[in-house]
C-alpha cells in the first residue's frame, strides 16, 4: 500500500495530496493486474496493465462509498480522470511517481 505525499496539476501544487488521502495498491486476481485507489470519497478500482514503465488501468469503477464534502467529491473526480490516462511510473529512492502529462502524484510506501 502507498500514501500520498505530493501531487500536482499542471504547475499547481495539489495540498489534498500531499495530506495522505490517496492510498494506491495493484494486486493480482486470478491472473488480472488490478490497480485500487482510495480517496477522501470513495475507493476506485479497474483492470491494469504494464508495459515498461506505463501504466494504464481501464474500465475504472467507483466502489460504494460516498462524501458530502464539495471540495473532496472534485478530488475523487480529478483523480478518476488522471487514471485513465496512460501514467508513467518511476521509483526512486522509495517514493513512487506517476506522471500523465502535466499531472503528478508521489507515494511511499506504508
Same mark, same amino acid.
Given at each position: 500500500?502507498? +500514501?500520498?505525499? *505530493?501531487g500536482?496539476?499542471?504547475?499547481?501544487?495539489?495540498? /489534498? #495530496?500531499?495530506?495522505g488521502?490517496?492510498?494506491?495498491?495493484?494486486h493480482t486476481? %486470478?491472473?488480472?493486474?488490478? $490497480?485500487? #485507489?482510495?480517496? =477522501? @470519497?470513495?475507493?476506485?478500482? &479497474?483492470?491494469?496493465? !504494464?508495459? &515498461? *514503465? +506505463?501504466? +494504464?488501468?481501464?474500465d !475504472?469503477?467507483?466502489?460504494? *462509498? &460516498? @462524501?458530502?464534502?464539495? %471540495?473532496?467529491? =472534485?478530488?475523487?473526480? /480529478? #483523480?478518476?480522470?488522471? $487514471?485513465?490516462?496512460? !501514467? =508513467?511510473?518511476?521509483?526512486?529512492?522509495?517514493?513512487? +511517481? /506517476?506522471? *500523465? &502529462?502535466?499531472?503528478?502524484?508521489?507515494?511511499?510506501? =506504508?
Amino acid at each position: 500500500m502507498y +500514501t500520498s505525499v *505530493s501531487g500536482t496539476a499542471g504547475d499547481k501544487d495539489l495540498p /489534498w #495530496v500531499a495530506s495522505g488521502s490517496l492510498k494506491a495498491s495493484m494486486h493480482t486476481v %486470478n491472473g488480472q493486474l488490478m $490497480l485500487g #485507489v482510495r480517496t =477522501e @470519497c470513495a475507493p476506485l478500482s &479497474g483492470l491494469a496493465t !504494464i508495459t &515498461g *514503465s +506505463t501504466l +494504464t488501468a481501464k474500465d !475504472i469503477v467507483t466502489g460504494a *462509498s &460516498g @462524501c458530502t464534502d464539495v %471540495n473532496a467529491g =472534485e478530488h475523487h473526480l /480529478w #483523480v478518476t480522470d488522471f $487514471l485513465k490516462r496512460p !501514467i =508513467e511510473m518511476t521509483l526512486s529512492q522509495g517514493t513512487l +511517481t /506517476w506522471k *500523465s &502529462g502535466a499531472d503528478s502524484l508521489s507515494f511511499q510506501s =506504508e
